[in-house]
Protein backbone atom coordinates (compact mmCIF):
# COMPACT_ATOMS: atom_id res chain seq x y z
CA UNK A 1 0.00 0.00 0.00
CA UNK A 2 1.52 3.38 -0.90
CA UNK A 3 2.96 5.58 1.70
CA UNK A 4 3.42 2.51 4.16
CA UNK A 5 6.83 0.24 4.19
CA UNK A 6 6.51 -2.28 2.13
CA UNK A 7 7.26 -5.71 3.65
CA UNK A 8 10.53 -4.04 4.65
CA UNK A 9 11.76 -2.19 1.41
CA UNK A 10 15.15 -0.97 1.78
CA UNK A 11 17.43 0.66 -0.48
CA UNK A 12 21.41 0.08 -0.36
CA UNK A 13 21.90 3.71 -1.42
CA UNK A 14 25.24 6.27 -2.35
CA UNK A 15 23.68 10.08 -2.43
CA UNK A 16 25.99 10.63 -5.41
CA UNK A 17 24.94 7.59 -7.59
CA UNK A 18 22.82 7.88 -11.04
CA UNK A 19 21.75 4.76 -10.65
CA UNK A 20 20.65 4.51 -7.02
CA UNK A 21 19.02 7.95 -7.27
CA UNK A 22 16.96 6.84 -10.73
CA UNK A 23 15.68 4.32 -8.27
CA UNK A 24 14.91 6.73 -5.32
CA UNK A 25 13.13 8.42 -8.21
CA UNK A 26 11.06 5.14 -9.17
CA UNK A 27 10.18 4.75 -6.02
CA UNK A 28 9.35 8.58 -5.40
CA UNK A 29 6.86 8.06 -8.01
CA UNK A 30 5.43 4.85 -7.28
CA UNK A 31 5.00 5.79 -3.62
CA UNK A 32 6.68 2.90 -2.26
CA UNK A 33 8.08 3.48 1.49
CA UNK A 34 11.93 2.59 2.03
CA UNK A 35 14.63 2.92 4.14
CA UNK A 36 17.54 4.12 2.37
CA UNK A 37 20.82 2.50 3.83
CA UNK A 38 23.81 4.46 2.69
CA UNK A 39 26.59 2.72 1.79
CA UNK A 40 30.43 3.81 2.69
CA UNK A 41 32.33 2.25 -0.77
CA UNK A 42 35.66 2.90 0.06
CA UNK A 43 34.68 0.36 2.96
CA UNK A 44 31.95 -1.67 1.74
CA UNK A 45 29.94 -3.43 4.57
CA UNK A 46 29.20 -7.11 5.26
CA UNK A 47 25.27 -6.48 3.94
CA UNK A 48 26.20 -5.15 0.64
CA UNK A 49 28.97 -7.54 -0.07
CA UNK A 50 26.04 -10.62 0.68
CA UNK A 51 23.39 -8.52 -0.76
CA UNK A 52 25.27 -8.17 -3.96
CA UNK A 53 28.46 -10.80 -4.32
CA UNK A 54 28.86 -10.26 -8.17
CA UNK A 55 29.42 -6.65 -8.43
CA UNK A 56 29.84 -5.57 -5.06
CA UNK A 57 28.03 -2.25 -6.03
CA UNK A 58 24.80 0.06 -5.19
CA UNK A 59 22.46 0.06 -5.40
CA UNK A 60 20.90 -3.25 -4.38
CA UNK A 61 16.96 -3.05 -3.42
CA UNK A 62 15.87 -5.43 -0.49
CA UNK A 63 12.41 -6.43 0.21
CA UNK A 64 11.87 -8.89 3.00
CA UNK A 65 15.42 -9.12 2.99
CA UNK A 66 15.85 -10.29 -0.70
CA UNK A 67 18.14 -8.92 -2.30
CA UNK A 68 17.88 -6.85 -5.95
CA UNK A 69 21.02 -6.08 -7.68
CA UNK A 70 21.58 -3.71 -10.79
CA UNK A 71 19.50 -0.21 -11.49
CA UNK A 72 17.27 -1.08 -14.53
CA UNK A 73 16.83 -5.04 -13.24
CA UNK A 74 15.13 -2.64 -9.90
CA UNK A 75 12.91 -0.32 -11.65
CA UNK A 76 11.45 -3.07 -13.70
CA UNK A 77 10.84 -5.12 -10.30
CA UNK A 78 8.96 -2.72 -8.79
CA UNK A 79 7.09 -2.29 -11.69
CA UNK A 80 6.08 -6.48 -11.54
CA UNK A 81 6.52 -6.48 -7.76
CA UNK A 82 3.72 -3.39 -7.14
CA UNK A 83 1.62 -4.15 -9.61
CA UNK A 84 -1.20 -1.65 -7.89
CA UNK A 85 1.15 1.21 -7.66
CA UNK A 86 1.54 4.05 -10.93
CA UNK A 87 3.30 1.77 -13.61
CA UNK A 88 6.73 3.64 -14.69
CA UNK A 89 7.01 1.44 -17.85
CA UNK A 90 4.27 2.16 -20.73
CA UNK A 91 1.72 -0.36 -21.57
CA UNK A 92 2.53 -0.40 -25.53
CA UNK A 93 5.43 -3.07 -26.38
CA UNK A 94 6.88 -0.72 -28.93
CA UNK A 95 6.91 2.18 -26.12
CA UNK A 96 8.61 -0.62 -23.71
CA UNK A 97 11.56 -1.26 -26.18
CA UNK A 98 12.13 2.59 -26.70
CA UNK A 99 12.21 2.96 -23.06
CA UNK A 100 14.84 -0.18 -22.77
CA UNK A 101 16.95 0.62 -25.40
CA UNK A 102 17.62 4.46 -24.12
CA UNK A 103 17.99 3.60 -20.29
CA UNK A 104 20.53 1.11 -21.58
CA UNK A 105 21.82 4.10 -23.91
CA UNK A 106 22.73 6.25 -21.42
CA UNK A 107 24.29 3.62 -18.60
CA UNK A 108 26.73 2.69 -21.55
CA UNK A 109 27.37 6.04 -23.50
CA UNK A 110 26.91 8.68 -21.23
CA UNK A 111 28.21 7.29 -18.05
CA UNK A 112 31.21 5.45 -19.71
CA UNK A 113 32.46 8.83 -21.34
CA UNK A 114 31.50 10.77 -18.36
CA UNK A 115 33.91 8.18 -16.67
CA UNK A 116 36.72 8.75 -18.67
CA UNK A 117 36.00 12.27 -18.77
CA UNK A 118 37.41 12.50 -15.22
CA UNK A 119 39.80 9.24 -15.24
CA UNK A 120 41.70 10.00 -17.86
CA UNK A 121 44.12 13.06 -17.43
CA UNK A 122 42.96 16.30 -18.16
CA UNK A 123 43.84 17.39 -22.50
CA UNK A 124 45.11 14.18 -22.62
CA UNK A 125 44.20 12.62 -26.20
CA UNK A 126 42.06 10.10 -24.11
CA UNK A 127 40.75 12.42 -22.29
CA UNK A 128 39.66 14.72 -25.35
CA UNK A 129 38.10 11.93 -27.14
CA UNK A 130 36.19 11.18 -24.29
CA UNK A 131 34.68 14.89 -24.91
CA UNK A 132 34.11 14.24 -28.43
CA UNK A 133 32.25 10.74 -27.61
CA UNK A 134 30.16 12.86 -24.66
CA UNK A 135 29.28 15.60 -27.09
CA UNK A 136 28.13 13.20 -29.75
CA UNK A 137 26.21 10.71 -26.81
CA UNK A 138 24.49 13.66 -26.00
CA UNK A 139 23.57 14.99 -29.07
CA UNK A 140 22.08 11.78 -29.81
CA UNK A 141 19.66 11.74 -26.95
CA UNK A 142 18.43 14.84 -28.05
CA UNK A 143 17.42 14.11 -31.10
CA UNK A 144 15.49 11.15 -29.83
CA UNK A 145 14.26 14.00 -27.67
CA UNK A 146 12.98 16.23 -30.28
CA UNK A 147 10.67 18.70 -29.63
CA UNK A 148 8.67 16.39 -27.29
CA UNK A 149 8.88 17.67 -23.53
CA UNK A 150 10.40 14.29 -22.02
CA UNK A 151 11.95 11.57 -23.69
CA UNK A 152 9.22 9.25 -22.85
CA UNK A 153 6.51 11.50 -24.63
CA UNK A 154 4.27 14.05 -23.45
CA UNK A 155 4.72 12.79 -19.88
CA UNK A 156 7.51 12.19 -17.26
CA UNK A 157 8.22 7.95 -17.74
CA UNK A 158 10.51 5.47 -16.88
CA UNK A 159 13.29 6.55 -20.19
CA UNK A 160 13.22 10.23 -17.87
CA UNK A 161 13.41 8.60 -14.75
CA UNK A 162 16.45 6.32 -15.87
CA UNK A 163 18.47 9.25 -17.19
CA UNK A 164 17.98 12.26 -15.50
CA UNK A 165 20.22 11.41 -12.88
CA UNK A 166 22.80 11.69 -15.56
CA UNK A 167 21.84 15.81 -15.99
CA UNK A 168 23.03 16.56 -12.02
CA UNK A 169 26.44 15.38 -14.07
CA UNK A 170 26.39 17.79 -16.59
CA UNK A 171 27.91 20.53 -14.67
CA UNK A 172 31.08 18.37 -13.93
CA UNK A 173 30.99 16.79 -17.56
CA UNK A 174 30.74 20.17 -18.73
CA UNK A 175 33.89 21.35 -16.52
CA UNK A 176 35.98 18.43 -17.31
CA UNK A 177 35.54 18.22 -21.10
CA UNK A 178 35.56 22.50 -21.09
CA UNK A 179 31.88 22.47 -23.29
CA UNK A 180 28.71 23.64 -22.64
CA UNK A 181 25.77 21.69 -22.82
CA UNK A 182 23.00 24.43 -23.38
CA UNK A 183 24.86 25.14 -26.40
CA UNK A 184 25.42 22.16 -28.35
CA UNK A 185 21.40 20.29 -27.05
CA UNK A 186 20.01 23.10 -25.47
CA UNK A 187 16.54 20.89 -25.65
CA UNK A 188 18.82 18.50 -23.45
CA UNK A 189 19.24 21.09 -21.48
CA UNK A 190 15.65 22.57 -20.72
CA UNK A 191 14.90 18.65 -20.85
CA UNK A 192 17.24 18.25 -17.20
CA UNK A 193 15.34 21.77 -15.87
CA UNK A 194 12.04 19.98 -16.53
CA UNK A 195 12.21 17.02 -14.70
CA UNK A 196 14.00 18.75 -12.38
CA UNK A 197 10.91 20.16 -11.07
CA UNK A 198 9.48 17.06 -10.79
CA UNK A 199 9.08 16.51 -6.77
CA UNK A 200 10.15 13.04 -7.09
CA UNK A 201 13.56 13.98 -9.20
CA UNK A 202 13.72 17.11 -6.98
CA UNK A 203 14.23 14.83 -3.65
CA UNK A 204 16.34 12.38 -4.90
CA UNK A 205 18.79 14.35 -6.96
CA UNK A 206 21.33 16.69 -5.09
CA UNK A 207 22.91 20.22 -6.54
CA UNK A 208 25.59 19.47 -9.46
CA UNK A 209 27.99 21.99 -7.41
CA UNK A 210 27.98 19.07 -5.03
CA UNK A 211 28.19 16.35 -7.63
CA UNK A 212 30.65 18.48 -8.84
CA UNK A 213 32.66 18.43 -6.10
CA UNK A 214 32.32 14.74 -5.95
CA UNK A 215 33.99 14.02 -8.91
CA UNK A 216 36.78 16.12 -7.81
CA UNK A 217 37.38 13.59 -4.86
CA UNK A 218 37.09 10.43 -7.94
CA UNK A 219 39.84 11.96 -9.91
CA UNK A 220 42.21 12.75 -7.15
CA UNK A 221 41.63 9.10 -5.77
CA UNK A 222 41.37 7.36 -9.02
CA UNK A 223 42.40 9.51 -12.06
CA UNK A 224 45.00 8.62 -14.13
CA UNK A 225 48.06 10.73 -12.32
CA UNK B 1 -0.12 -17.23 -34.72
CA UNK B 2 2.65 -19.82 -33.78
CA UNK B 3 4.10 -20.88 -37.47
CA UNK B 4 2.76 -18.22 -39.35
CA UNK B 5 4.52 -15.00 -40.54
CA UNK B 6 3.34 -12.38 -37.85
CA UNK B 7 2.42 -9.02 -39.82
CA UNK B 8 6.47 -9.68 -41.07
CA UNK B 9 8.88 -10.40 -38.68
CA UNK B 10 12.53 -9.85 -40.62
CA UNK B 11 15.51 -10.47 -38.09
CA UNK B 12 18.64 -8.57 -39.24
CA UNK B 13 21.11 -11.19 -38.62
CA UNK B 14 24.71 -12.30 -38.16
CA UNK B 15 25.35 -16.02 -37.85
CA UNK B 16 28.01 -15.89 -35.74
CA UNK B 17 26.66 -13.10 -33.38
CA UNK B 18 25.59 -14.32 -30.07
CA UNK B 19 23.03 -11.28 -29.66
CA UNK B 20 21.53 -12.36 -33.04
CA UNK B 21 21.62 -15.79 -32.13
CA UNK B 22 19.63 -15.70 -28.81
CA UNK B 23 16.80 -13.63 -31.13
CA UNK B 24 16.60 -16.66 -32.86
CA UNK B 25 16.38 -19.25 -30.22
CA UNK B 26 13.93 -17.07 -28.79
CA UNK B 27 11.69 -16.85 -31.92
CA UNK B 28 12.50 -20.51 -32.33
CA UNK B 29 10.90 -21.25 -28.63
CA UNK B 30 7.77 -18.99 -29.62
CA UNK B 31 7.19 -20.63 -32.40
CA UNK B 32 7.12 -17.18 -34.80
CA UNK B 33 7.85 -17.37 -38.03
CA UNK B 34 10.26 -14.47 -39.22
CA UNK B 35 12.62 -13.73 -42.53
CA UNK B 36 16.17 -13.82 -41.53
CA UNK B 37 18.38 -10.99 -43.05
CA UNK B 38 21.86 -11.57 -43.18
CA UNK B 39 23.67 -8.44 -42.80
CA UNK B 40 27.34 -7.88 -44.70
CA UNK B 41 28.91 -6.01 -41.34
CA UNK B 42 32.00 -5.25 -43.63
CA UNK B 43 29.59 -3.08 -45.78
CA UNK B 44 26.86 -1.71 -44.03
CA UNK B 45 23.62 -1.69 -46.05
CA UNK B 46 20.87 1.14 -45.65
CA UNK B 47 18.65 -0.94 -43.86
CA UNK B 48 20.48 -1.32 -41.41
CA UNK B 49 21.59 2.03 -40.65
CA UNK B 50 17.71 2.77 -40.86
CA UNK B 51 16.74 0.78 -38.57
CA UNK B 52 20.06 1.10 -36.63
CA UNK B 53 21.35 4.35 -36.04
CA UNK B 54 22.68 4.86 -33.02
CA UNK B 55 24.43 1.65 -33.07
CA UNK B 56 24.49 -0.03 -36.64
CA UNK B 57 24.83 -2.91 -35.35
CA UNK B 58 22.47 -6.35 -35.26
CA UNK B 59 20.29 -7.75 -34.12
CA UNK B 60 17.15 -5.79 -35.09
CA UNK B 61 14.17 -7.09 -35.32
CA UNK B 62 11.38 -5.50 -37.76
CA UNK B 63 7.71 -6.10 -36.44
CA UNK B 64 5.70 -4.78 -39.50
CA UNK B 65 8.65 -2.63 -40.31
CA UNK B 66 9.34 -0.85 -37.29
CA UNK B 67 12.91 -1.66 -35.94
CA UNK B 68 13.22 -2.82 -32.41
CA UNK B 69 17.03 -2.99 -31.37
CA UNK B 70 19.57 -4.46 -29.02
CA UNK B 71 19.13 -8.47 -28.28
CA UNK B 72 17.74 -8.14 -24.80
CA UNK B 73 15.29 -4.91 -25.46
CA UNK B 74 13.59 -7.72 -28.60
CA UNK B 75 13.83 -10.72 -26.61
CA UNK B 76 10.90 -8.81 -24.19
CA UNK B 77 9.65 -7.23 -27.26
CA UNK B 78 8.42 -10.74 -28.10
CA UNK B 79 7.12 -11.71 -24.95
CA UNK B 80 4.67 -8.42 -24.91
CA UNK B 81 4.33 -8.02 -28.24
CA UNK B 82 3.00 -11.81 -28.89
CA UNK B 83 1.45 -12.48 -24.78
CA UNK B 84 -0.04 -15.27 -26.77
CA UNK B 85 3.14 -17.36 -27.44
CA UNK B 86 5.16 -19.33 -24.91
CA UNK B 87 6.35 -17.14 -22.37
CA UNK B 88 10.29 -16.45 -22.19
CA UNK B 89 10.70 -14.68 -19.08
CA UNK B 90 9.34 -16.96 -15.84
CA UNK B 91 5.73 -15.23 -14.10
CA UNK B 92 7.65 -14.76 -10.91
CA UNK B 93 9.22 -10.89 -9.85
CA UNK B 94 11.72 -12.11 -8.04
CA UNK B 95 12.92 -14.72 -11.04
CA UNK B 96 12.31 -12.23 -13.90
CA UNK B 97 14.74 -10.13 -12.22
CA UNK B 98 17.34 -13.01 -12.02
CA UNK B 99 16.79 -13.40 -15.53
CA UNK B 100 17.47 -10.30 -16.17
CA UNK B 101 20.50 -9.73 -14.49
CA UNK B 102 22.29 -12.76 -15.44
CA UNK B 103 21.98 -11.86 -18.82
CA UNK B 104 23.60 -8.42 -18.67
CA UNK B 105 26.43 -10.06 -16.65
CA UNK B 106 27.24 -12.28 -20.03
CA UNK B 107 26.77 -9.26 -21.83
CA UNK B 108 29.39 -7.27 -19.91
CA UNK B 109 31.67 -9.85 -18.71
CA UNK B 110 31.91 -13.03 -20.77
CA UNK B 111 31.31 -11.21 -24.31
CA UNK B 112 33.69 -8.12 -23.12
CA UNK B 113 36.50 -10.69 -22.02
CA UNK B 114 35.76 -12.82 -24.98
CA UNK B 115 36.66 -9.87 -27.38
CA UNK B 116 39.58 -8.42 -25.74
CA UNK B 117 41.00 -12.05 -25.46
CA UNK B 118 40.91 -12.16 -29.69
CA UNK B 119 41.76 -8.68 -29.39
CA UNK B 120 44.67 -7.96 -27.30
CA UNK B 121 48.22 -9.56 -28.74
CA UNK B 122 48.45 -13.78 -27.78
CA UNK B 123 50.39 -13.34 -24.16
CA UNK B 124 50.33 -9.94 -23.71
CA UNK B 125 49.20 -8.71 -20.32
CA UNK B 126 46.01 -6.98 -21.30
CA UNK B 127 45.44 -10.24 -23.25
CA UNK B 128 46.46 -12.71 -20.33
CA UNK B 129 44.56 -10.60 -17.70
CA UNK B 130 41.54 -11.01 -20.17
CA UNK B 131 42.12 -14.91 -19.43
CA UNK B 132 42.38 -14.59 -15.67
CA UNK B 133 38.66 -12.22 -15.90
CA UNK B 134 37.08 -14.79 -18.41
CA UNK B 135 37.72 -17.59 -15.86
CA UNK B 136 36.81 -15.46 -13.29
CA UNK B 137 33.35 -14.77 -14.92
CA UNK B 138 32.70 -18.30 -16.51
CA UNK B 139 33.23 -19.14 -11.99
CA UNK B 140 30.60 -17.13 -11.16
CA UNK B 141 27.80 -18.29 -13.85
CA UNK B 142 29.03 -21.48 -12.73
CA UNK B 143 28.28 -20.67 -8.88
CA UNK B 144 24.78 -19.32 -9.52
CA UNK B 145 23.83 -22.71 -11.92
CA UNK B 146 24.91 -24.70 -8.91
CA UNK B 147 23.42 -28.07 -9.36
CA UNK B 148 20.33 -26.82 -10.96
CA UNK B 149 20.08 -28.23 -15.14
CA UNK B 150 19.35 -24.87 -15.99
CA UNK B 151 20.30 -21.26 -14.94
CA UNK B 152 16.44 -20.98 -15.11
CA UNK B 153 16.15 -23.52 -12.77
CA UNK B 154 14.26 -27.33 -14.08
CA UNK B 155 13.56 -26.02 -17.29
CA UNK B 156 15.45 -24.21 -19.82
CA UNK B 157 14.13 -20.52 -19.96
CA UNK B 158 15.15 -17.41 -20.65
CA UNK B 159 18.81 -16.59 -18.69
CA UNK B 160 19.57 -19.68 -20.72
CA UNK B 161 18.27 -18.98 -24.22
CA UNK B 162 20.33 -15.29 -23.17
CA UNK B 163 23.57 -17.01 -22.46
CA UNK B 164 24.11 -20.15 -24.23
CA UNK B 165 25.41 -18.48 -27.87
CA UNK B 166 28.24 -17.63 -25.43
CA UNK B 167 29.22 -21.80 -25.51
CA UNK B 168 29.64 -21.87 -28.93
CA UNK B 169 32.66 -19.38 -28.54
CA UNK B 170 33.98 -21.34 -25.66
CA UNK B 171 36.01 -23.40 -27.96
CA UNK B 172 37.28 -20.12 -29.49
CA UNK B 173 38.10 -18.66 -25.59
CA UNK B 174 39.70 -21.80 -24.54
CA UNK B 175 42.38 -21.70 -27.38
CA UNK B 176 43.31 -18.26 -26.97
CA UNK B 177 43.51 -18.02 -23.56
CA UNK B 178 44.82 -21.54 -23.09
CA UNK B 179 42.19 -23.42 -20.33
CA UNK B 180 39.53 -25.29 -20.66
CA UNK B 181 36.06 -24.93 -19.56
CA UNK B 182 35.40 -28.32 -18.90
CA UNK B 183 38.20 -28.44 -16.21
CA UNK B 184 37.67 -24.98 -14.70
CA UNK B 185 33.86 -25.16 -14.71
CA UNK B 186 32.50 -28.46 -15.61
CA UNK B 187 29.16 -28.09 -14.44
CA UNK B 188 29.10 -25.05 -17.00
CA UNK B 189 30.65 -27.15 -19.80
CA UNK B 190 27.66 -29.71 -19.29
CA UNK B 191 24.90 -27.14 -18.98
CA UNK B 192 26.24 -26.17 -22.36
CA UNK B 193 25.92 -29.21 -23.58
CA UNK B 194 22.56 -30.09 -22.56
CA UNK B 195 21.05 -26.78 -23.65
CA UNK B 196 22.83 -27.41 -27.12
CA UNK B 197 20.59 -30.78 -27.44
CA UNK B 198 17.04 -28.57 -27.16
CA UNK B 199 15.94 -28.02 -31.09
CA UNK B 200 15.66 -24.28 -30.77
CA UNK B 201 19.26 -24.07 -29.42
CA UNK B 202 20.30 -26.72 -32.32
CA UNK B 203 19.21 -24.92 -35.32
CA UNK B 204 20.19 -21.53 -33.88
CA UNK B 205 24.07 -21.98 -33.00
CA UNK B 206 27.14 -22.73 -35.24
CA UNK B 207 29.47 -25.20 -34.89
CA UNK B 208 32.32 -24.18 -32.11
CA UNK B 209 35.02 -24.87 -35.14
CA UNK B 210 33.05 -22.83 -37.14
CA UNK B 211 32.86 -19.75 -34.51
CA UNK B 212 36.67 -20.52 -33.99
CA UNK B 213 37.04 -19.61 -37.78
CA UNK B 214 35.43 -16.88 -37.09
CA UNK B 215 37.34 -15.70 -34.50
CA UNK B 216 40.59 -16.01 -36.31
CA UNK B 217 39.40 -13.73 -38.90
CA UNK B 218 38.67 -11.38 -36.62
CA UNK B 219 41.62 -11.37 -35.12
CA UNK B 220 43.75 -10.83 -38.08
CA UNK B 221 41.18 -8.08 -38.94
CA UNK B 222 40.64 -6.14 -35.77
CA UNK B 223 43.32 -7.50 -33.59
CA UNK B 224 46.23 -5.69 -31.92
CA UNK B 225 49.24 -6.02 -34.18
Not at 67 to 93: G, K, N, Q, R
Request: aromatic share 10%.
Amino acid sequence: MAGEKEEGLQLLDLWVSPFAQRCRIALAEKGLAYEPLEQDLSNKGDLLLRANPVHKKVPVLLHGGRPVCESLVILHYLDEAFPETPALLPSDPHARAHARFWADYADRKVFECGTRLWKRKAGSEPQLQARREMVEALRILEADLGDKPYLAGEAFGFVDLAIVPFAAWFLGYERLGEFSVEEVCPRLAAWGERCGERESVARSLHPPEKVYEFIGYLKDKYGDK
